[in-house]
Structures are given as structure tokens and as C-alpha cells.
């Protein structure tokens, strides 16, 4: 079982940057895709970027792309998100989602796909 840990989360106004963390425990070398996703008050939780760990490949939803960068650490075990020209509908709780349940149903932006979840960070952005 895998344990993760979001932090880096804040307030910050709108075109302001924040880089996200995300501590997994006790390793995510065996771990082949993970995720983040953001949940807003009275929301479906939604996915925002994802990663292949070992090639590196990512995908992003469309709100977000050439905004935020996903990435991880080499020989680390922590998965970053990186958000740059955040704006006020970035407003959520962001979580980081590993375990990705491989199979007939399984993609990369669908909740049900990951097993295991972090506790999420708040991430507010003010006009």
C-alpha cells in the first residue's frame, strides 16, 4: 500500500504561481501512472494532469494545459505540480492518486482508476 502526502498549497492571487508536492510512501518505483486531480466545493472531483513515472509521458485536461507541468523527481519519490497564470477557477483541493488499476475502464482521468489517495492541499486564488 502506498501512502501519499500533498502539500505546498496557499492563497495566492490570480496570475501567481504555486508548486504542489506530493510525498509517497514507501516508494512509487512500482508505481506506473499516478495523478492529480482537483475537487471545488459542490464539484465532481476532476482530473488535472497525469504522469507515466518511468517514461515520463504526461496528459493534462484542457483547462489547464501550458499552464501547469507535472514532473518527478529523478530517483525521488515525490510528484510535483507545477501551476503557473493560476486564475480564480483554480480554486479547489488538489489531491495526488497512485495505484492506477490497469484494465477494460481504466484511464488516466478517471478517479475510479487510482486505489490509493492523499489527504489533498487547498489551493485558493483570489481576483
Known amino acids: 500500500q502506498v501512502q501519499l502526502v500533498e502539500s505546498g498549497g496557499g492563497s495566492v492571487q490570480a496570475g501567481g504561481s504555486l508548486t504542489l508536492s506530493c510525498a509517497a510512501s514507501?516508494?512509487?518505483?512500482?508505481?506506473?501512472?499516478m495523478a492529480w486531480f482537483r475537487q471545488a466545493p459542490g464539484k465532481e472531483r476532476e482530473a488535472v494532469a497525469g504522469?507515466?513515472?518511468?517514461?515520463?509521458?504526461?496528459h493534462y485536461a484542457d483547462s489547464v494545459t501550458g499552464r501547469f507541468t507535472v514532473s518527478r523527481e529523478k530517483d525521488s519519490n515525490v510528484l510535483y505540480l507545477k501551476m503557473t497564470n493560476l486564475r480564480t477557477e483554480d480554486t479547489a483541493t488538489y489531491y495526488c492518486?497512485?495505484?492506477?488499476?490497469w484494465g477494460r475502464g481504466a484511464f488516466w482521468y478517471r478517479p475510479a482508476s487510482y486505489s490509493y489517495w492523499g489527504q489533498g492541499t487547498q489551493v485558493t486564488v483570489s481576483s
Open positions: 514507501p516508494s512509487i518505483d512500482n508505481e506506473d501512472s
Open positions: 492518486a497512485s495505484g492506477f488499476k
Open positions: 504522469i507515466y513515472t518511468n517514461t515520463g509521458g504526461t
